[in-house]
């Protein structure tokens, strides 16, 4: 499958425990993205990559928040101190640039965080 | 700021049209888009329209776009019961089309 992929599925952590999310982008696309799913809310934009450097990053909710990509692939979601505010579906999409104008872009199956 | 409305659920018979409506903010938005999110299933590009366009059709599929009064539909002709599922509405944020502004979802109900 050359879908984009998260890990893990799901994750539960206590309060105060930091917390590392997974995400493959599809091989070859450029742009990647982190959103936060929570029950009742749409989609929160968290971060957006493009290659290895993040030009948006104005939706991380506080600096325990961090996100890093390497070699223009896999990006790692990081959350520091779990708070249960931060229970949610955390998404990971990726989209490949430059040859089209619209921007469609493709979700991983997301990975359930919840912080007891 | 930037804002994307939607009605929260749909309820119709098999065989009906759907219509969910979403109204956005941002009218530098250049592609709206729908998306489609299916239980257990990873959210997947349905549509898009550019905002120059008022509409488009894609078999069952009609998308309209009122750009003066920033309102986006979608309409599902001949409604299935695997359509089932929850519809997002989308803009893309002002002045930079990678970032992408969300609806909350509208959960469409299909009844036999």
């Known amino acids: 499958g050359a879908g984009v992929s998260q890990s893990p599925s799901n994750k539960v952590t206590e309060k105060g425990k930091d917390v590392e999310l997974r995400c493959d982008p599809i091989?070859?696309?450029?742009?990647l993205y982190w959103y936060r799913q929570s029950l009742g809310q749409g989609l929160e934009f968290l971060i957006y990559?493009?290659?290895?450097?993040?030009?948006?990053k104005s939706g991380l909710p506080s600096d325990r928040f961090s996100a890093e990509r390497t070699g223009g692939s896999v990006s790692t979601l990081t959350i520091q101190r779990t708070q249960q505010e931060d229970s949610a579906v955390y998404l990971c999409a990726s989209s490949l640039e430059g040859t089209r104008a619209y921007n469609e872009q493709f979700f991983g199956p997301g990975t359930r965080l919840t912080v007891l | 700021g930037e804002d994307v409305e939607q009605s929260l659920f749909l309820s119709v018979r098999e065989g009906d049209s759907s219509v969910i409506n979403c109204t956005y903010t941002d009218s530098s938005s250049t592609y709206l888009y729908w998306y489609k999110q299916e239980p257990g299933a990873g959210l997947q590009l349905l549509t898009y329209i550019f905002s120059n366009m008022d509409m488009k059709q894609d078999q069952r599929l009609t998308v309209l776009l009122n750009k003066k009064d920033k309102h986006l539909s979608l309409r599902i002709a001949d409604t299935q019961t695997g359509d089932s599922a929850i519809y997002f509405c989308a803009e893309t944020g002002a002045g930079n089309n990678r970032k992408l502004i969300w609806g909350l979802g509208t959960s469409l109900a299909v009844n036999p």
């Open positions: 091989s070859g696309h450029t742009a």
């Open positions: 990559f493009q290659g290895n450097s993040a030009p948006d």
